[in-house]
């Protein structure tokens, strides 16, 4: 598994590695999402790294339902939940119906 994190160019990255990893994982840094809050996971990129290579591709540093919904909408294979989950002590099962619900 490759984390491209903070990279606007991942289907360069892939190219030019020598062995495809099996899953590729398109990354937005809390970092990144607080010292740039305008920098957004480039989705469309999804499309374009399945269109060349057979590869999972997974989505990592949405904060937002509608974040996770851009990710499914554009094909994701895995996405990684964010911070409201791990931030919940109470109420996980409700969170986790209510982003399942809202994702769909």
């Known amino acids: 598994m490759s984390d491209i994190i903070n990279i606007d160019f991942s289907l360069e990255v892939l190219r030019n590695l020598k ?13 990144e999402e607080n010292f740039n809050p305008e920098s957004e996971i480039l989705y469309y990129e999804i499309h374009r790294i399945k269109e060349h290579y057979d590869i999972l591709v997974s989505v990592s540093g949405g904060d937002t339902f509608q974040e ?3 990710a499914v ?7 990684v939940a964010w911070k ?5 002590s109470k109420g ?3 969170l986790a119906q209510v982003f399942l619900n809202e994702i769909r």
Do not use: E, T, W
Request: aromatic share 10%.
């Open 84 to 88: 409201h989950f791990y931030k919940s």
């Open 68 to 70: 996770v919904q851009k």
């Open 92 to 94: 996980v099962v409700k």
């Open 19 to 31: 062995n495809l990893p099996d899953a590729m994982i398109l990354h937005r840094g809390v970092d």
């Open 73 to 79: 909408f554009n094909d994701a294979d895995i996405i």
